[in-house]
């Protein structure tokens, strides 16, 4: 039976010759993922089961991200919470203040998740790392205990849509425009409990940091996952990390997909999602006269070092628009020492910005960088739901890292493009 990329890593992991769309089976899982505010959630049903020990110390990973630094009391009691389990149990990977970073940026740094690995992560960002060809997916905090305890997980197979690229970006598009623009044309439910599989020439002109911001995404389109084909770029990323031995699925030239999309990157522009939804998607031929109270660049999306250098070029001697809050943050502590010992936090600050610690904090109306009633924010993080980041009347533009760079210092909405020709 023919079977795409996805399919041959289930079939592989639950031990079966082959699978089919719709089929439920158990697989066995490489890595389990939480966070400090899942993972106190998983962690009580693992002790209300009864579970006498971790299935792999090395394969359960908890990091405090979203809350951490703590920002109040009860953050710090999630915290302590996790930092407590993990010491009982004796779990290898687990990043607290001072090691931490982005969760979904972290694991593909560290070399924790390889080509052909299963990954469930207690949440719905862990499609990231698809970019490095794993099957990885979000769940809940009780599917997350289950797998701690067991190793294993229930799927439903999913069907898929092929998406074929061709041609190479332009200058200041980058992969955050790419899953934009796929995600304007099929809707947030146009690949639901689907794999969206990336393949054809123009993958290759496509960046790793470039593919794990589209694959982080693919939830935004509904999808189960998003997956890459492992070539050449994945695997001088992943060697540098991992001594694993790596197990490549590539999809039968047979492999029925319910849909199939072919996508130029050479005609992708920048592209912003207006509120509240990131489907509602517009090009600066189409935007106008938006003025914004705030620019995050950060996130699992777009806080890798690519992200902020790109934001960099384009904030190097000049200054961001009065009234405008622009918050960078590093996704990892290894970003962050990187982007300073090559200048960029001089140029972020010298541009009137404030760079934080590694949290995904106002991605999520967390905390560094909460809006007020009727303020608008650019930003690079995933989501833009009514209330996503603040107050309800509030609004979320989504963009990437140039878009968001060359607005802080417009004052509105700008393109890169308009403000480097100063």
Not at 65 to 87: L, T
């Amino acid at each position: 039976m023919s079977m795409t990329m996805t399919q041959k890593i289930l079939a592989h992991h639950a031990g079966l010759d082959s699978v089919k769309a719709g089929e439920l089976v158990l697989v066995s899982l490489d890595r389990v993922l939480g966070n400090d505010i899942t993972s106190p959630v998983a962690i009580r049903e693992y002790l209300r089961i009864g579970a006498e020990g971790v299935f792999d110390k090395e394969k359960v990973t908890m990091v405090m991200d979203h809350f951490a630094p703590n920002k109040d009391i009860k953050a710090a009691v999630q915290c302590k919470m996790c930092r407590d389990f993990c010491e009982k149990e004796e779990i290898v990977n687990f990043y607290d203040v001072g090691r931490m970073g982005i969760e979904h940026a972290l694991l593909p740094e560290k070399g924790l998740v390889i080509p052909g690995d299963v990954v469930i992560g207690a949440d719905s960002h862990t499609c990231t790392y698809g970019a490095l060809g794993a099957f990885s997916t979000g769940v809940g905090s009780t599917d997350m205990a289950c797998g701690m305890a067991t190793g294993k997980a229930w799927f439903k197979v999913p069907s898929a849509i092929k998406f074929v690229l061709k041609g190479s970006l332009n200058k200041y598009v980058s992969g955050k425009d790419v899953i934009l623009h796929i995600i304007g044309k099929i809707g947030v439910d146009g690949a639901l409990y689907k794999s969206m599989e990336f393949v054809g020439e123009g993958v290759k002109s496509l960046t790793i940091f470039d593919r794990l911001t589209i694959s982080n995404m693919a939830i935004e389109a509904g999808a189960k996952n998003g997956i890459f084909e492992v070539d050449e770029i994945t695997l001088d990323y992943v060697r540098e990390r991992s001594d694993r031995e790596l197990k490549i699925f590539r999809a039968d030239e047979d492999a029925e997909y319910d849909e199939v999309y072919e996508i130029d990157l050479s005609e992708i522009k920048s592209t912003v999602a207006f509120p509240h939804l990131p489907e509602n998607t517009r090009t600066f031929d189409e935007i106008g006269d938006v003025k914004i109270d705030q620019v995050v660049i950060g996130s699992c999306t777009n806080g890798h070092y690519k992200d902020l250098a790109e934001a960099a070029e384009i904030l190097k001697g000049r200054h961001v628009a009065k009234n405008v809050r622009a918050i960078i943050i590093p996704a990892t502590q290894d970003i962050y020492l990187k982007a300073m010992e090559n200048g960029l936090l001089k140029i972020f600050i010298e541009a009137g910005c404030v760079v934080s610690t590694p949290t995904c904090g106002p991605c999520l109306g967390g905390y560094m960088g909460i809006l007020a009633a009727g303020e608008r924010a650019v930003a690079t993080t995933n989501r833009n739901f009514v209330g996503r980041m603040g107050d309800v009347t509030s609004e979320v533009y989504l963009a990437s890292p140039a878009v968001a760079a060359a607005s802080a210092i417009a004052g509105r909405i700008a393109d890169p493009m308009e403000i480097m020709k100063d």
